[in-house]
């Protein structure tokens, strides 16, 4: 058993994952990384990564600036491209949301990020496929743009190898090696692998590993469906064109292949009970049937934005799994009960654009005893013992309602909801 | 004018099956079921029709399936079609006897066309449109990729192996679709709402006078693995003798 041992195992071949496993590698580590299915084959494979770096707090945008320039060095040693800097507006049709994009230019601006408003004319050029004549308010910001998932992930797995990461594939792990406290290895039907440290990265599945060792992970496994038409011979979108968002119909938005892609944080959302799914579930096969409510109320949504799209528009429909927590941040680090068992999963729908630096943090965390970052906001322990977070229907219902405010209050009009539907079919 | 558009339930191609344990069959555990993708098209191709020729056309979907088949006749509501009618029905049918089926129904509902997929990507049989024309004596354009209506009939477009083959026939008339003839629309938001409210029509073999005589028996099925081995090989040497090894070159 003993080319089963190394010093670390990551749970999950997804980009926090293989994030995580390519920079321990790179600080010496061994490392093996075990894949229930193939390799960014689950949430990162459906993924848009649209990149907005201006986040909640500096310390967020720190780590999505940083992650940034770690990307750029991927692309040198991948020799891929990954990040498309497009840059990125948010539009605003209230006054509620102009004073939203207001306050986020001045934090913007506090942390030295490069924010402006755009005037709306100056907008309508960028984006002349976009309705902007009842907007009142958009800023810009230049740096931003998306990362191509597929590209991030191989990069990641590439440079990984190179530094002699072991990727097991088709591997799912069905227990937990536990001596007393002590984690020191999982079980698989490839038989069983040891290492002193293991790292839960399995996403929309990391409650059910945690599970193994009778943790309760306050994760909640949420549906999310985007579209991207094909290129409309009347509003050509070119690659370079920003990304958006427009938090007021609850959309969000970028380039692809000349079409527009466009997604929804909706009032609500699928939800996946992940032990009820066959064992060797493909995310990749999930696909949103012709009278899909979800998709239905993103159309409608995105047709307020963009007139010219509706149902009957040539496109290509993305459905699959987020993996949410209570308040849209992941957990990065150990809990209480277990020693030697970290977690690196709940990215909420921003799994891609994180995943550069949180592998840097999972790193330092695992190596050093701590990390350079100021991680308070994103510890794993956050929920541990605090009431309402030990049972599953609680935690799935508060996961449930963070996804439905995703993007804020929505005053007036709902935007993206059934009640917006019905007044529409009325 | 009368659309009928017979709807196959069909299990999701794309995800992973599994035989059941007799292995004469699929195991319908956690099974997604969808409506046969060439039945789509043919339904926006009905739904094309009454929207840009015949306004007062009135488009029917008719679904054979246990009573979950339901959900697939609400897809079809919702695209847009006027009504749905189950005939309920479990356990295995085949072609001939879902032909037979139908044309009780024809012989009900009297539809000037019936647009059908060309086959369903279950069982790929590809019988039921000949099937059903054969029966109902009835012209039939199978693997459509473009339809007009001209005179009192139809020009279609034909895709066969040879090419595009351009027919005329007269109505009534059996048309099956091929792939190229459209891409089905999702269905809208208010659309899926009203498709809610509307009621399913039942009926059953027995109702519709059809005695059902099974043609065809399953036997049984296998899986193909579709696991690939990949191994690397240094030279073209190495990649001859592997080649030799598995008598892919003698």
């Given at each position: 058993m003993s080319e089963n041992k190394s010093d670390i195992i990551i749970i999950g071949g997804g980009v926090a994952g293989l994030s995580t496993a390519m920079q321990l590698a790179k600080r010496g580590a061994s490392v093996t990384v075990l894949e229930?299915?193939?390799?960014?084959?689950?949430s990162t494979g459906r993924a848009a990564g649209l990149l907005g770096q201006l986040r909640g707090t500096a310390e967020h945008t720190r780590m999505l600036m940083d992650g940034v320039e770690i990307v750029k060095e991927l692309e040198a040693q991948a020799n891929v491209e990954i990040y498309v800097q497009t840059g990125s507006v948010r539009v605003a049709e209230t006054p509620e949301r102009a004073q939203e994009l207001t306050d986020l230019i001045e934090m913007g601006r506090s942390i030295n990020f490069d924010i402006n408003e755009i005037p709306i004319d100056e907008l309508a050029e960028r984006m002349p496929y976009m309705r902007t004549d009842d907007l009142t308010t958009a800023c810009w910001c230049p740096t931003d743009g998306h990362l191509q998932p597929a590209e991030l992930a191989s990069a990641y797995h590439k440079v990984g190898r190179d530094h002699g990461v072991r990727y097991e594939t088709n591997c799912p792990v069905t227990g937990v090696l536990l001596d007393g406290k002590k984690a020191h290895g999982v079980q698989t039907p490839k038989g069983e692998f040891h290492a002193p440290i293991l790292v839960n990265a399995a996403g929309p599945w990391s409650h059910l590993v945690a599970g193994l060792t009778n943790t309760t992970l306050p994760t909640a496994a949420l549906g999310h469906v985007y579209l991207t038409t094909q290129p409309h011979p009347d509003h050509p979108v070119d690659r370079l064109s920003p990304g958006f968002r427009n938090r007021h119909h609850r959309i969000y938005g970028r380039p692809e292949n000349g079409g527009l892609l466009v997604g929804m944080y909706g009032e609500d959302c699928p939800e996946f009970d992940m032990n009820k799914l066959?064992?060797?579930?493909?995310?990749?096969?999930m696909k949103a049937r012709r009278d899909d409510l979800h998709l239905a109320m993103l159309i409608h949504a995105a047709q307020q934005r963009?007139?010219?799209?509706?149902?009957?528009?040539p496109m290509h429909v993305t459905t699959g799994i987020m993996t949410f927590t209570p308040d849209g941040l992941p957990f990065c680090g150990q809990l209480?009960?277990?020693?030697?068992l970290f977690y690196c999963t709940g990215f909420s729908g921003h799994g891609i654009v994180q995943s550069p630096a949180i592998g840097v943090i999972m790193s330092e965390l695992i190596l050093d005893g701590q990390s350079s970052y100021d991680i308070a906001s994103i510890e794993?322990?956050?929920?541990?013992?605090?009431?309402?977070?030990?049972?599953r229907a609680e935690i799935q219902q508060r996961c449930y309602k963070m996804q439905g405010s995703y993007y804020g209050r929505v005053e007036g009009k709902t935007a993206g909801t059934q009640t917006d539907a019905k007044e529409a079919s009325a | 004018m009368k659309m009928l558009v017979p709807c196959k339930r069909v299990p999701d191609p794309d995800q992973k099956l599994r035989l059941n344990a007799e292995a004469v069959g699929i195991d319908s555990n956690a099974l997604t079921y969808i409506l046969n993708p060439f039945d789509a098209i043919a339904v926006e191709e009905a739904l094309h029709i009454r929207e840009t020729a015949h306004p007062d056309a009135e488009v029917i979907a008719v679904s054979i399936a246990p009573a979950e088949g339901e959900a697939d006749l609400r897809t079809a509501l919702a695209m847009g079609a006027d009504r749905a009618l189950l005939i309920e029905h479990n356990g295995p049918t085949d072609p001939w006897n879902v032909a037979r089926l139908l044309a009780a129904v024809i012989e009900h509902e009297q539809p000037t066309l019936v647009l059908m997929g060309k086959q369903a990507v279950d069982d790929d049989a590809n019988q039921t449109g000949q099937f059903l024309a054969a029966q109902l004596g009835w012209p039939q354009a199978t693997f459509a990729s473009q339809i007009e209506f001209i005179d009192d009939g139809l020009r279609v477009h034909r895709e066969t192996d040879l090419g595009i083959e351009v027919i005329r026939t007269t109505l009534p008339a059996i048309v099956t679709a091929d792939l190229r003839l459209n891409e089905p629309r999702y269905a809208s938001l208010p659309s899926i709402l009203r498709a809610k409210k509307k009621s399913i029509e039942q009926t059953t073999p027995a109702e519709l006078g059809v005695q059902l005589e099974p043609r065809v028996r399953l036997i049984g099925m296998e899986l193909i693995n579709s696991q690939r081995h990949c191994e690397k090989v240094e030279t073209a040497s190495n990649l001859l003798a592997k080649l030799r090894e598995t008598e892919v070159v003698e």
């Amino acid at each position: 058993m003993s080319e089963n041992k190394s010093d670390i195992i990551i749970i999950g071949g997804g980009v926090a994952g293989l994030s995580t496993a390519m920079q321990l590698a790179k600080r010496g580590a061994s490392v093996t990384v075990l894949e229930r299915e193939q390799i960014g084959n689950g949430s990162t494979g459906r993924a848009a990564g649209l990149l907005g770096q201006l986040r909640g707090t500096a310390e967020h945008t720190r780590m999505l600036m940083d992650g940034v320039e770690i990307v750029k060095e991927l692309e040198a040693q991948a020799n891929v491209e990954i990040y498309v800097q497009t840059g990125s507006v948010r539009v605003a049709e209230t006054p509620e949301r102009a004073q939203e994009l207001t306050d986020l230019i001045e934090m913007g601006r506090s942390i030295n990020f490069d924010i402006n408003e755009i005037p709306i004319d100056e907008l309508a050029e960028r984006m002349p496929y976009m309705r902007t004549d009842d907007l009142t308010t958009a800023c810009w910001c230049p740096t931003d743009g998306h990362l191509q998932p597929a590209e991030l992930a191989s990069a990641y797995h590439k440079v990984g190898r190179d530094h002699g990461v072991r990727y097991e594939t088709n591997c799912p792990v069905t227990g937990v090696l536990l001596d007393g406290k002590k984690a020191h290895g999982v079980q698989t039907p490839k038989g069983e692998f040891h290492a002193p440290i293991l790292v839960n990265a399995a996403g929309p599945w990391s409650h059910l590993v945690a599970g193994l060792t009778n943790t309760t992970l306050p994760t909640a496994a949420l549906g999310h469906v985007y579209l991207t038409t094909q290129p409309h011979p009347d509003h050509p979108v070119d690659r370079l064109s920003p990304g958006f968002r427009n938090r007021h119909h609850r959309i969000y938005g970028r380039p692809e292949n000349g079409g527009l892609l466009v997604g929804m944080y909706g009032e609500d959302c699928p939800e996946f009970d992940m032990n009820k799914l066959p064992p060797d579930f493909d995310m990749s096969a999930m696909k949103a049937r012709r009278d899909d409510l979800h998709l239905a109320m993103l159309i409608h949504a995105a047709q307020q934005r963009f007139p010219w799209l509706n149902e009957r528009t040539p496109m290509h429909v993305t459905t699959g799994i987020m993996t949410f927590t209570p308040d849209g941040l992941p957990f990065c680090g150990q809990l209480p009960d277990h020693e030697g068992l970290f977690y690196c999963t709940g990215f909420s729908g921003h799994g891609i654009v994180q995943s550069p630096a949180i592998g840097v943090i999972m790193s330092e965390l695992i190596l050093d005893g701590q990390s350079s970052y100021d991680i308070a906001s994103i510890e794993a322990d956050r929920y541990w013992e605090v009431p309402g977070f030990q049972d599953r229907a609680e935690i799935q219902q508060r996961c449930y309602k963070m996804q439905g405010s995703y993007y804020g209050r929505v005053e007036g009009k709902t935007a993206g909801t059934q009640t917006d539907a019905k007044e529409a079919s009325a | 004018m009368k659309m009928l558009v017979p709807c196959k339930r069909v299990p999701d191609p794309d995800q992973k099956l599994r035989l059941n344990a007799e292995a004469v069959g699929i195991d319908s555990n956690a099974l997604t079921y969808i409506l046969n993708p060439f039945d789509a098209i043919a339904v926006e191709e009905a739904l094309h029709i009454r929207e840009t020729a015949h306004p007062d056309a009135e488009v029917i979907a008719v679904s054979i399936a246990p009573a979950e088949g339901e959900a697939d006749l609400r897809t079809a509501l919702a695209m847009g079609a006027d009504r749905a009618l189950l005939i309920e029905h479990n356990g295995p049918t085949d072609p001939w006897n879902v032909a037979r089926l139908l044309a009780a129904v024809i012989e009900h509902e009297q539809p000037t066309l019936v647009l059908m997929g060309k086959q369903a990507v279950d069982d790929d049989a590809n019988q039921t449109g000949q099937f059903l024309a054969a029966q109902l004596g009835w012209p039939q354009a199978t693997f459509a990729s473009q339809i007009e209506f001209i005179d009192d009939g139809l020009r279609v477009h034909r895709e066969t192996d040879l090419g595009i083959e351009v027919i005329r026939t007269t109505l009534p008339a059996i048309v099956t679709a091929d792939l190229r003839l459209n891409e089905p629309r999702y269905a809208s938001l208010p659309s899926i709402l009203r498709a809610k409210k509307k009621s399913i029509e039942q009926t059953t073999p027995a109702e519709l006078g059809v005695q059902l005589e099974p043609r065809v028996r399953l036997i049984g099925m296998e899986l193909i693995n579709s696991q690939r081995h990949c191994e690397k090989v240094e030279t073209a040497s190495n990649l001859l003798a592997k080649l030799r090894e598995t008598e892919v070159v003698e």
